[in-house]
């Protein structure tokens, strides 16, 4: 199993790998540029950093940037940190992105450490189902296989009986390598949403994982996984939030159009927390005087800060209602 379990390894983790391994090098260079040793708390720190870099403005320009660093860093950290892709790093593009590229290393070598360890277990199992074979093929090429015959009876119809016994559990864990190994969903320290609750892989295991939810760690069948809708915000840039609503048919009618546009200036107003997308859309009518709508927006995520997603979620509701209020649009 080495030359399967190295090229499982190396094939999946290295781009992870030279990307960390990159976005590492400017951090350490940006560490180099303070003449101090990193402060416990990496968000203090990361802070720091930005000030020593620029010391009297809350926003790093690329012209200022590339005047310290030279044009090759200065596209290596703007590459980094530039979530808005407009040539200017702010102090909270910069802090999030900083501790993003520390947590990615650090759980990049949990995840590497824990599929070792499953490689390790799943090694024993079949070493331990090869084993009876081994042996017996080795029994035979001596010529001793008519004096066990009557041994390997009563052992087969054992392994038969406990086959039938186990015979679900090794179609569990079957199905589990595939889904850890093949389609691998998340890995350790991933952000995912699982029936719309938001959980933290802690562990991942040959039957089960475990996951944080409100700082409680749960175990989960992973075959109770498989058939569940699963966004890992590892590698997904985009999250939906739709938000329900119901109104009064003739004021919605009346105000379509202005929501729409009042909804587009709130979205171009912010790039770093809006993609720009939404739908308006899913009308259903209730009754002669209600209707259901629903107001999908796409925000950006980035580095897995669901703190501060879930924040800009909650936000832009109160900015929905303010939206509601400022057009009289009546909300049922």
């Not at 399967?4 to 350490?28: A, C, D, G, T, W």
């Not at 020593?52 to 860093?73: A, H, Q």
């Not at 209600?290 to 997603?309: A, C, H, P, S």
Request: glycine share 4%.
């Amino acid at each position: 199993m080495c030359i399967v379990e190295l090229k499982m390894f190396f094939s999946h983790y290295r781009e992870r790998i030279e990307i960390n391994e990159e976005n590492i090098q400017i951090i350490e260079m940006l560490n180099r540029s303070t003449g101090l040793k990193m402060f416990p708390n990496l968000q203090t720190w990361g802070h720091y950093v930005f000030k020593t870099i620029s010391p009297n403005d809350d926003i790093l320009t690329f012209e200022k940037c590339e005047s310290v660093f030279g044009t090759s860093y200065t596209n290596g950290i703007f590459g980094l940190f530039d979530a808005n892709n407009d040539l200017t790093i702010t102090a909270g593009e910069f802090v999030t992105g900083y501790y993003g590229v520390i947590r990615e290393k650090y759980f990049l070598n949990q995840a590497l450490l824990q599929k070792n360890n499953l490689f390790y277990k799943l090694n024993i199992i079949v070493s331990i189902m090869c084993l009876p074979f081994a042996v017996f093929v080795g029994i035979s090429f001596l010529g001793f296989a008519k004096y066990f015959a009557n041994l390997f009876s009563i052992i087969s119809g054992i392994i038969l009986s406990l086959s039938f016994v186990f015979s679900s559990v090794v179609g569990d864990i079957f199905r589990s390598l595939i889904f850890i190994f093949i389609v691998r969903p998340f890995e350790a320290g991933d952000y995912v949403k699982i029936n719309d609750k938001i959980f933290i892989v802690e562990e991942l295991g040959l039957l089960y994982s475990s996951f944080l939810i409100d700082s409680l760690l749960t175990y989960v069948q992973n075959s109770q996984l498989m058939s569940k809708h699963i966004v890992n915000y590892r590698v997904s840039e985009i999250e939906e939030k739709i938000y329900k609503f119901k109104f009064n048919i003739k004021s919605f009618k009346e105000k379509a159009e202005m929501l729409n546009r009042k909804i587009k200036k709130i979205l171009k107003s912010d790039t770093q927390v809006y993609t720009g997308k939404y739908l308006i859309n899913n009308y259903i009518i209730l009754n002669d005087d209600i209707m259901t709508v629903e107001i999908v927006i796409y925000f950006k995520i980035r580095y897995q800060y669901i703190k501060g997603l879930l924040k800009n979620e909650d936000d832009f509701l109160l900015t929905l209602h303010d939206i509601f209020r400022d057009l009289d649009l009546k909300v049922c």
